[in-house]
């Protein structure tokens, strides 16, 4: 299973709200919402997200096995 929660902690450390994402630099509501609730983003979406926070994607996703 692939989540999104280390991307909360790196926006923290980064000091970058989901607002800033939105009104700074385009993000569409329906994004943060797919990475809110863990669904499926694309690549480029995920470089974006580096790209923006200069960081890796590991600092962005984890990886869990299914149970």
């Known amino acids: 299973m692939i989540t999104y ?3 909360w902690e790196t926006m ?5 709200s989901t607002y800033t994402l939105i009104h700074d ?4 509501k329906g994004t943060l919402d797919a990475l ?6 694309t690549m480029a979406t995920l ?3 580096c790209n923006l926070l200069q960081c890796r994607p590991e600092d962005v996703i984890e990886y869990t096995p299914d149970k």
């Open 5 to 7: 929660t280390p991307l």
């Open 12 to 16: 923290k450390k980064k000091q970058i």
């Open 25 to 28: 630099h385009g993000f569409s």
């Open 36 to 41: 809110k609730h863990d669904r499926n983003i």
């Open 47 to 49: 470089n974006d997200i």
